[in-house]
C-alpha cells in the first residue's frame, strides 16, 4: 500500500515491506532533499527502481543509514544533481542508476561507525581526502566501473591501489573509444565528425587530465608508481587536455595545480607567456600571480648589453 509523507517542498511515496520502508516517489520542488533515517517507526532501506527519475531540480540528496539497495534508474535523468551523499555500507546497485546525471560531481560517504543516526552526514566523512567524494563520482560516471563502488572500502588503501590502477588503464585507453554518433536527423557522416567526434575527445582528454591532477594534488594513499605514471601524463598531455581543463573557472581559481605544473616543469619559456594570457583572460589573478613570480625568478634571462650600461 503506497502512503505519502510531506518534505520541505514535496512529496514521497512509500511502503511498507517485510517491516523496512521502500521510497516508490518523489514529487516536488526541493533542491536538498534529506530521506528520513526512519518512518512510521520503520528504517528506511529502500530506494525502488525509477523513484527519482527524471527529477530535474534536485541538487543534493541524501540517503539514509539504512539503506541496502537503490534500484533500476533511480536516480537517471536527475539533470541537475551535483551531490548525492551514502553511508559507508555494501549497497545493491540496479541498472543504470544514475543514467545521464552529467551534473554528478561528488558521492560523499559517511562513517557509521558510531552506531548513532547521522543527522549532518556531511561532519562524518569516512576520510579526510577531500578529493574521495570526486573520485567515487568518476567510478560511476567516468570509469564505468561498479565494481568499485564500495562505499564500505572507499578511503582504505586497498581501494585507491585498485582504483588507481582503474584510472591508469582508464589513461591508455584511445581518447575516441566508445565515441557513439547520434543522428537526429539526415546528417552525413562527415557532420558528424566535424562537431560531436571533437566535444567527445575533448570531454575524454579533460577527464583524464582532471583525474591525473586530482591525484597528484591530493595523493592520499599514492604509491611511487603510480604516482610516476599521473605525471607522466600530465606532461605528455599538456598541450591536449591538461592545460584546457587548468583554463575552466573550478581550476583556475587553485593555485596548486600551477604549482604541480611548475614542479614537474612543465612551465617553460617556451609556453609560460601563452598560458599567462589565458589565465588573463579567465581572471584568474592568484594563478597569474604564481606564473609571473616564476617567470621572473626562475625564466628570467639576464641581458648582456644591459648589464654593459650599468
Known sequence: ???????????????????????????????????PEIIENYFVTGISPKAFLGKRQ???????????????????HMTALKTLTIPSKDIALGKQVFLDCPMLAEIKVYDLSSGDPVINPDTSPVSQDPALPFYLATVIMTLKNSFLFLPACVGKQNWYEDFDEAV???????????????????????????????????????????????RLR??????????????????????????????????????????????????????????????????????????????????KKEDFWQNLDL
Open 58 to 76: 534536485i541538487e543534493q540528496l541524501v540517503l539514509p543509514s539504512k539503506t541496502t539497495c537503490i534500484g533500476d534508474w533511480a536516480f537517471a
Open 218 to 299: 591530493f595523493p592520499y594513499a599514492l604509491n611511487d608508481d603510480f604516482r610516476k605514471l599521473y605525471e607522466n601524463y600530465i606532461i605528455s598531455h599538456l598541450e591536449t587536455g591538461v592545460w584546457e581543463l587548468l583554463c575552466t573557472p573550478l581550476y583556475a581559481a587553485d593555485c596548486s595545480y600551477f604549482k604541480i605544473l611548475i614542479d614537474l616543469g612543465a612551465i617553460r619559456e617556451n609556453n609560460i607567456d601563452r598560458f599567462l594570457a589565458d589565465l588573463n583572460r579567465q581572471g584568474a589573478c592568484e594563478a597569474v600571480a604564481v606564473l609571473l613570480h616564476y617567470k621572473e625568478t626562475h625564466l
Open 1 to 35: 500500500m503506497c502512503r505519502q509523507l510531506l518534505t520541505p517542498q514535496g512529496i514521497l511515496s512509500y511502503e511498507i515491506q517485510s517491516n523496512t520502508i521502500s521510497i516508490l516517489s518523489y514529487e516536488g520542488n526541493d533542491h536538498y532533499l534529506v530521506i
Open 168 to 214: 591508469c588503464h582508464f589513461l591508455d585507453r584511445p581518447d575516441d573509444e566508445g565515441f557513439e554518433p547520434v543522428y537526429l536527423g539526415w546528417f552525413e557522416d562527415e557532420d558528424v565528425m566535424a562537431t560531436q567526434y571533437p566535444k567527445y575527445t575533448q570531454k575524454k582528454r579533460m577527464e583524464k587530465a582532471a583525474l591525473s591532477l586530482k
